[in-house]
């Protein structure tokens, strides 16, 4: 009997070794919580000094200078430090891809196929990703995992960043598909490039030019698909798209050429759809033709070396400011694969270093971001009836001197900051006889 | 003596017809059978009246040339006339020694590379493939005898005849050892009779080929495997009985007395190409790249004669801007400024010849050299390159290369003088032969004739006006619309009499005379087919009409055209922009020079003990630090205000691919034999992007492909100067490792090499360590031996490989080891330990957090990344705080890059470190500036604001771990390489220039010039292959498809 309790609890020893996580999900909390004394970044460009944020039930209820907290309530102080609506990660494999090279069996990105508009990332995100901790630890509490893949990759899903499981962490479900346009620029042939030997040529734009008519054709079809109400053989790719038509769902072109951008005005004026640019790192060329076309932004990679060596050296980190002057609308994303992510607030701080406004670069992580993934009813920036999605740092969060975060809410819980970082940190600087 | 031999029908034809009877001379070896009866000639001709230019130097004037059984046998203005000789008149013909080409491989064909089944994925191979006694590397291969491989190929021979071509020296243009030219006419005759010299060449390149061994991979490898062929050449003159027979080496050794031809193919590598040959003592002639002049200096300083192609790029189209966006204005200033390389190279007096090999189009050849010579180049230097200077390399000038009794007959015939625009080559003599050009030249026929046509039914007069070749007028009573053609013989003449067709009754004054022969035709226009030969200044033949009656005509020649003289315009030199140092947007006109600076009132962290220090000034003088302190005055210093701003040490990023040509030489898995410092590249952009990050040394790495990778460089970011002056001075070598992962090739499924585990990584270390304590000790033991009087002398082979690892052991060279898992760590540290030296540094180290005490028992430095982690197994443990941790255990501590991007916010990436774990700032600030100086044992030198250091300095405009904080001007060595206010005008002249450019090849396709779809200028970017990268557009990622190491 007692060799069997010892086998039993090490059974159970061995699940929890293997689960390993000892960082739990926040539980609901339905009470009302101040936070107060802080400098609030409302996300829209607005500051309120020495402010308290007032939020019951999840949701924030009042904003300001002159909230008085209430007796029996939660307070957290946050006395000489900045709050900030929760970060948003707006295209991203979270959750979908844990060991990026030589692990196939860690990652679920990206199906097989061309036409996947039917492909959900939702299905596959594993909320016990340890990337996620790490997300929520710099103050990322929101993300929109995305598919990718084929020329149709799927739709994404919004998430919140605390949760069980995908059910739990759903928090706008399937609101972008997500197309990859054909390159105008013929690469090379690397083998043949190296070795010096001719080049097969080939027509960029011949071949582009087929590919997006195939795109439309697609898009056509769907559309005259959908008009019938019922069929006889239900065509699950049409179907996947139909949120498009009723603009309950975006179209996210994923391109950052010049002519890619060009070609997505297409779906604009031939659609009708609400098209957002993805990647558009050459977006700064035809900025005033994107918000005349309504077409908004997510810049994949402002981390990056400019395009071509005449190119201005930071070219890649103005170009946020040159959108903010042409007046589209645009978010910043983070998608280095070897910090994995947690740096989205840095590439707001590159681009309030390079022309924009501190709280413009703020709402290119939040409330652009909200907009674009339209969940700002919900979230994006701290007002009163959005969810209570807040991120306290001692000092400025775009700036890594001072982006040091001591708490962070999700639909007002007060989530854990701890992740498997965090927790060797502690394990080694005890064996070193370092911790205080 | 006649051969049986096959003729284009179009040869036979001329043959019956010539008129200056030069017979068709059959040559043919004595020990040939005959089939037929014997026709034995001397071939002895007299060309009488012309100007012969007989060298660069000399040209007589009426002069008379002689030649008999192929050679030349006397020239001069009162040479007797043999009687058997046949006499060709001259008059107003010139005779030049025809060309020589050195770089060619006429009659050798370019062994195929198999394409198909070539995988990089695929397993490596590690030997040779050739079957036989010869090298262990495929690609080595001097027993290739290009005499053996010499195959006489009319076809190809043609076009270089019509370009002016006699003499070529061609080999086989595959390998890094190539083996031997062999110098050849380009007489279409059996290969016995056309070699002029056997083996006149040994040839090297930097490309291994075909060749499908997996060594070399990268240049520096191939560097290397050089190195290494000269040191085992000459070991191998000791017959080592472990070598056996190796017919690679022996041709080697052979060929060492032959000229050595190298192909480098660019300004660097002709650079590279020529130390290698200063190390062995062998000065190459080095056939170039057509981009020299970017680097004209350094080029002379190599003290080689050139080979120069004449393959100008051509225009791009850039009418789309998207299309042009993409093309860099190094590209389009190249395309400018192509032509003007051969001119260089004149005005730098440094020795060059011409060669008509890497055009697309022979064609081209003329003309580019017409473009040459508007950009500078003068007749009489392209003249010497084209004869003399070729002919006296490889050593046939008693042979070839100028019109001298002895000679080999090859020379041609013009109508001018060789280089003028409408100058044509009428006829090229080769060994005593003649192949015509342009046959149709020789006579002008330009004048009026007489031409009288005549039938049964009588004859009718006309004046035939000759204006050119194919064109004519026949004149009657008006001037009749004609179509003429002359091809040196045959001549080819219709006409129509243009009778109006105009209603019967009406006038007809139109009508010809011809309207006789239409008999009751009128009304019809009468039109003349005739045909005829030119038999000098009587033509004759024959024809009809429409009618179909038969004609006979005649047109003697009545009078010349008056010549209108050539309004001889001279040419304007092309106004063309500047050659920038490096080559690029960014470059200088003049490379700048150190100051004498002061620095005022600046926020100075000087990472010693003193700590940062408010309001301070720096004064900097001869490229040093010379005073820090308050209220400094020195007029002779430039003042930058340094108010509200911050001032620290030059940022030194211990972990860097940039600058290079080649980073992975990744074939085996010991490869201390290569050497980054071999393959620098200053032209990289981004030296001057990091310059703009506040970087100001860069430690350049190899990469992480195999255990033992090669020897590292470290090199300072100044921008502009050439791969020699970026290296840093008097700093000890360093070498690369790896562990883990990469090395054992996790990511190829089908892996072969060895090591294939972190098991057999230790043993790679352990092996090659035991092979190096071996190989010192039979060095120094045959070293004794040989002092001792008598001893028979014991020779080692020199491994370049184990010299490298034997420097380790003794302590003159250090390693820095890519490495992440605790394991791998310890193991390595254990390996050094047993061969009594340390690891100097740990690179990338992220569970170095785990074994930080082992760490520091050992005495490593620790360099990282700030954040990095979950990009593949290895670094699953990866944590934000290991440089904190590692830095509480006391180790010293870098944070680096490893990425072109990533190096330029090394400042920021250190303050990470205050976000993880709390560090103090002047702490982390030190993680990227002295800390690494320490770690590369240049901290005496750089890494801190201290007097008497090297002034590489950044201004920056914030607080300089903030995300704020931009360099407003970095100084490396007290020269400003980078300035904000001088980055902005460079942006205004690279839209200005671009400009001009994009609108002057626009230009070039309107004027109806070639151009080619814009190409994309492609931007390589060398990693260790360990991580993806961030790069633009037209990037290519060099570790992407791990093209180097075969993966």
Known sequence: MKKLFFLITSLLFLITANAQDDVYPAKDYKGVLFIINGTIHVGNGQVIENGTIKIENGKIVAVGQNISATQDAKVVDSKGKQIYPGLILPVTDLGLKEIANGVRGSNDYEEIGDLNPSIRSIVAYNTDSKIIGTLRASGILLASVTPQGGTISGSSSVVQLDAWNYEDAAYKLDGAIHVNLPTFIARPNRFAFFLGLPQDHVD????????????????????????????????????????????????FVHGDQVKQMLIAIDFVKEFGFDVVMVGASESFQIADLLKQNNIAVILQEEHALPATEDDDVDQPYKTPYQLQKAGVLFALNDQHDETRYRNLMFNAGTAAAYGLTKEQALQSITLNSAKILGIDDRTGSLEVGKDANIVISDGDILDMRTSIISAAFIQGRQVSLENKQTQLYERYMKKYGLMK | MGILRMHPPG???????????????????????????????TATFAFTNATIVKDGQTTLQNATLIIREGKIISVGTNAQVPKDAVVVDCSGKYIYPSFIDIYSDYGIAIPERQRNGFDFRAPAQFNSNTKGAFNWNQAIKPEVDGSKLFATDDAKAKPLRDNGFGTVLTHEKDGIARGTGVVVTLANEKENLVIVKEKASAHYSLSKGVSSQSYPSSLMGVIALLRQTYLDAQWYKSKPAKEGTNISLQA???????????????????????????????????????????????????????????????????????????????????????????????????????????????????ANLRKAFDNGLSEEKAFDALTKTPATLINVYDKVGSIDAGKIANFLITKGPIFKEKTVILQNWIQGEKYDVKEEGWNDIKGTYNLVISSANGSSNYTLDVKSDNSASVIGKDTLTTKFNYDGKIIKLSFSSAIAKKPAGTDSSAQNKSGKFGGGMRGAAASYRLSGVSNGNVWNGNGDDTAGNILTWTATFAKATPIIADSTKKKMTPKVGKVLYPFDGYGW??????????????????????????????????????????????????????????????????????????????????????????????????????????????????GSANTIGGQTQLIKLRWGVDDDGLKFKGADGFIKFALGENVKRTTSSNNNRFPDTRMGVEEVLTDAFTRAVDYENAMKNADANNKKKGATQTVVRRDLELDALVEILNKKRFITCHSYVQSEITSLIRVADKFNFRVNTFTHILEGYKVADKMKAHGSSASTFSDWWAYKMEVQDAIAYNATIMQKVGLNVCINSDDAEQARRLNQEAAKSVKYGGMAEEDALKMVTLNPAKALHVDD????????????????????????????????????????????????????????LVQKMMGEKKSGGATMPAQPSFQVILSCGDHEHHDGLITIDASDEDVNTNK
């Open chain 2, 11 to 41: 040869k036979l034809f001329f043959l019956v017809m010539v008129l200056l009877s030069i017979s068709f001379y059959t040559k043919s070896q004595t020990t040939f059978p005959v089939n037929g009866v014997a026709d034995p000639r």
């Open chain 1, 204 to 251: 960029p734009t011949k071949q582009a030019l087929e590919k997006i008519a195939e795109i439309k054709s697609f898009f056509r079809q769907a559309k005259a698909y959908l008009q019938e109400p019922t069929h006889k053989e239900t065509n699950l790719k049409f179907e996947a798209v139909k949120g498009l038509f009723d603009k309950k769902q975006k179209l």
């Open chain 2, 589 to 702: 006109e003049e490379l700048p020079k150190p100051e004498n600076i002061l620095i005022k009132n600046a926020t100075v962290w000087t990472n010693e003990k003193e700590g940062k220090l408010d309001n301070t000034d720096v004064l900097v003088k001869n490229g040093k630090i010379v005073q820090i302190g308050k209220n400094i005055v020195d007029a002779s210093a430039k003042v930058i205000d340094g108010t509200g701003k911050h001032l620290t040490a030059g940022i030194i990023d211990e972990h860097s691919h940039i600058a290079a040509a080649s980073i992975n030489e990744g074939a085996q898995s010991v490869t201390s034999e290569v050497r980054i410092g071999d393959n620098l590249n200053p032209d990289d952009i981004n030296i001057y992007r990091q310059l703009s990050g506040g970087v100001t040394s860069s430690h350049i790495l190899h």
């Open chain 2, 252 to 366: 080697w050794i052979d060929n060492q007395n032959l000229p050595q031809i190298f192909d480098a193919n660019d300004k660097w590598n002709d650079i590279r190409a020529d130390r290698i040959g200063d190390e062995f003592g062998v000065q190459y002639i080095i056939k170039g790249g057509g981009n020299e002049y970017q680097r004209i200096n350094e080029i002379a300083a190599t003290k080689a004669t050139y080979i120069l192609s004449l393959n100008f790029p051509q225009a791009q189209d850039v009418e789309d801007p998207n299309d042009a966006r993409f093309v860099s204005l190094a590209d389009m200033k190249h395309w400018e400024l192509a032509p003007t390389n051969p001119a260089a190279f004149e005005k730098a007096n440094i020795p060059f010849c011409l060669t008509s090999a890497d055009l697309k189009d022979l064609k081209q050849f003329m």
């Open chain 2, 941 to 996: 030198k750089v890494g801190s604001i201290k007097v008497g250091k090297d002034a590489d300095l950044v201004l920056w405009s914030d607080h300089p771990l903030s995300i704020y904080a931009k360099s407003l001007t970095t100084i490396v060595d007290g020269t400003i390489y980078y300035d904000i206010q001088k980055d902005e005008a460079a942006r205004k002249y690279i839209v200005h220039e671009r400009n001009r």
